[in-house]
């Protein structure tokens, strides 16, 4: 395998549990909001906001296919984060996305 690709994969194994992370939990805290009340009264905010759903659900669906292109978790790549705590958060990730989060 290139140099150059061994260490792209090497850093987005590093950079994607974070990104995950986050992406998921900002998801689930935004897609909340909708329970106040305040999108229910104008057809404006409640659009706005599940716009915003929608985009935050792309985000996570293009990290899974990182993860993919990226053949992660693998055991080859040096410096992996632990490849268990990856795959449960690619499982817990695309867990969201099918509703069952």
């Not at 290139?2 to 935004?30: D, G, H, V, W």
Request: charged letters at 30%; hydrophobic letters at 40%.
């Amino acid at each position: 395998m290139p140099k150059i690709e061994m260490r792209s994969r090497k850093a987005i194994a590093e950079f994607l549990p974070e990104a995950l992370n986050t992406a998921i939990a900002s998801y689930q805290l935004f897609s909340e909001e909708e329970d106040t009340g305040e999108l229910k009264k104008t057809p404006t905010k409640f659009k706005a906001h599940h716009d915003a759903c929608k985009v935050a659900i792309a985000h996570i669906q293009l990290l899974i296919k990182l993860a993919e292109w990226a053949d992660l978790p693998d055991p080859s790549v040096e410096g992996e984060v632990d490849r268990k705590d990856l795959l449960a958060l690619i499982n817990s990730a695309r867990g969201e996305l099918e509703g069952g989060g």
